[in-house]
């Protein structure tokens, strides 16, 4: 396999094989595209056609300064040939600009040839890569700098020398790579990690760019902390013509059938006694000392809350010189840390704690006032909070499929139980791989599971409204959750492109014969199709009356038809599902 891999790059190398493609980034602030990325990929029906692959066939064989000034050439003639007045964002590892290998002349005759401006272009560095002469790579940046290049610092915080190469190289742009923004809806580490970016991003006069948003609850955050320059599949994938999708920059409400029951502050009150405003600090420090787990005490006039006193402030006061003689007899108001936080007791969890978050980038308040209406109810304490959201997400990576880290068995019949029982439109469906072992016995488990993890990205890629629900039942099985009115569309987009995808791991020998020989059930040798995908889809209307056991089962009866059916589709009078079986002859 490596050897034809090696053969394939030196083919595309030298017929110039590579197509750029463009992904839009998107300014937040002034609704509009402010600039596009270069992403370069082999031949659609070429193992090298993903990006990764294609780059770390050329790292191996040692070819990737060529490979780069090849998709460098290309993306400028594609770029030229749009007209696009934006930004255009190429990527150029460390490597490329050393003084040994950069050429500026070429350079400038590459922008003259496409009749380019130095200053449209913004040159990415990426942190993934070590720097090895960071003072070579400082000499060529000033030359860009000078020429009018624009510098990026791409996917921070992924790699080798994050601060570091920030402070010496001093880019106009840096990109957070996209791991920092997946799901930090529902992560306060990365909340807080991304928040101290932008505190820095702002104190060294940098713009800072956010990569791989791709749902609502992201952009939400990001936007939410001040960046407006956002990147991801919520606004447009790579594809040959610079286009974008602005929908997302328009002001929707939330999704107000939010499916799991989430919990609320409330499940973390506990009712301390409160304490009237004009009691005195010896009263609150008797208090604070009969009940040592109190650290806490609240104040409240008429029902509302006015604060909190605090333990540590009460001793703090009271050991200084004389501090009990001066202070135990002033009113408790003299010392209430009017600054509390005060939350609903229908607030949900998450909630809560972007506000704790939000309320003070300095100190983390240990505790906060529930109230009801307004009123007084009790306290929560922040430890608790984190506990409680932290099982939760033990919770859910201990179902969580191993290999494609997708909910498994559980959480999906958690999931399907919770809309059956909401009474809200939705479709299930069930995709099974057809021929499957075969491949597996072909090429080996390695690639057995880059098929799985293939058919995992497609599922994302294609279900991805915040209501979707993706799961991975095991093995080659994979559940979708979806209220989407293109779910049929959509399976049929998924089954085509895992097709289509599927055929870069065979051989060519493989490819011609159109068929695999392996053993089957018996021990004996047959001949095998090559792996297509099943899709089984059973809807449910909002007067539906089955269990999610009986869903579970209608689907699985689907699957096991449409991997059988002849013409490729087929109807349960009873469930009165779509099922069809895409599993043409490639």
């Known amino acids: ?56 066939t050329a790292e191996r064989c040692n070819r990737t300064l060529e490979l780069e000034a090849l998709c460098l050439r290309i993306a400028a003639r594609t770029w030229s040939g749009q007209g696009a007045p934006q930004k255009l964002f190429v990527n150029v590892s460390p490597a490329k600009l050393m003084p040994a290998e950069f050429e500026p002349l070429r350079l400038k005759n590459l922008l003259a040839v496409n009749g380019l401006k130095a200053s449209d272009i913004v040159i990415e560095i990426s942190e993934r890569y070590p720097t090895t002469d960071p003072c070579g790579l400082q000499k060529t940046l000033a030359w860009l700098r000078a020429e009018g290049f624009l510098i990026a610092i791409d996917d921070l915080g992924s790699g080798y020398s994050g601060l570091k190469l920030w402070s010496e190289l001093k880019p106009d742009f840096v990109k957070i790579d996209r791991h920092f923004i997946r799901d930090i809806q529902d992560d306060l580490v990365k909340r807080e990690f991304l928040r ?192 409680q959201i932290t099982a939760r997400k033990i919770e859910k990576a201990r179902y969580a499929n191993p290999l494609t880290l997708l909910p498994g068995n559980v959480p999906i019949q958690q999931a399907l139980a919770t809309r059956a029982r909401n009474d809200i439109p939705f479709t299930l469906m069930y995709f099974d791989i057809n021929a499957f072992k075969p491949l597996n016995d072909l090429l080996g488990y390695r690639v057995g599971d880059q098929v799985i993890l293939l058919l995992s990205d497609l599922l994302l890629e294609h279900f991805c409204a915040d209501t979707d629900f993706v799961g991975h039942i095991g093995g080659d099985d994979f559940v979708v959750i979806t209220s989407s009115h293109s779910a049929a569309s959509l399976a049929r987009s ?68 449409a991997k059988t059916c002849p013409g490729f589709c087929f109807t349960d009078p009873a469930a009165k599902p779509w099922v069809t079986n895409l599993a043409v002859r490639a």
């Open 1 to 56: 396999m490596q050897d034809f891999l090696s053969q394939e790059l030196k083919r595309l190398l030298s017929d110039q094989d590579v197509t750029t493609l463009f992904q839009p980034i998107i300014n937040t602030d002034n609704k509009n595209v402010f600039g596009y990325e270069a992403l370069s990929r082999g031949p659609s029906d070429s193992p090298l056609h993903p990006a990764q692959m294609l780059f770390e």
């Open 196 to 387: 101290s970016v932008v505190e820095l991003a702002d104190r060294l006069g940098c713009t800072l760019i956010a990569e791989g948003v791709e749902t609502d609850a992201e952009f939400r955050v990001v936007s939410g902390m001040g960046i407006s320059l956002i990147q991801g599949f919520l606004f447009g994938r790579p594809k040959p013509i610079p286009t974008a999708c602005l929908d997302p920059l328009e002001v929707h409400p939330l999704f107000s059938g939010q499916l799991p029951q989430r919990e609320k502050a409330g499940t973390l009150c506990t009712h301390i006694e409160p304490i009237a405003g004009d009691a005195t600090l010896q009263h609150a420090w008797a208090r604070l000392q009969d009940e040592p787990g109190m650290f806490a005490l609240p104040v409240v006039d008429n029902g509302r809350p006015l604060g909190l006193v605090h333990k540590w402030r009460v001793l703090e006061t009271f050991s200084t010189p004389y501090g009990r003689a001066l202070y135990e007899k002033r009113r408790v108001s003299q010392m209430l840390n009017s600054d509390a936080l005060v939350v609903d007791y229908d607030m949900p969890l998450e909630e809560v704690s972007q506000r704790l978050i939000d309320d003070d980038v300095h100190y983390l308040k240990q505790h906060f006032i529930i109230t009801r209406n307004g009123e007084y109810v009790g306290l929560g304490a922040t430890r608790s909070l984190l506990q």
């Open 494 to 561: 998924v089954q085509g492109s895992f097709i289509a995808k599927t055929r870069h791991f065979y051989t060519a020998d493989v490819l011609q014969s159109n068929c695999v020989e392996s053993e089957d059930r018996n021990g004996q040798v047959s001949r095998f199709p090559l792996v297509s995908l099943s899709a089984g889809l059973v809807e449910a209307g909002p007067a539906d009356s089955r269990t999610a056991d009986q869903l579970s089962d209608a689907a699985s009866f689907a699957k096991k038809r």
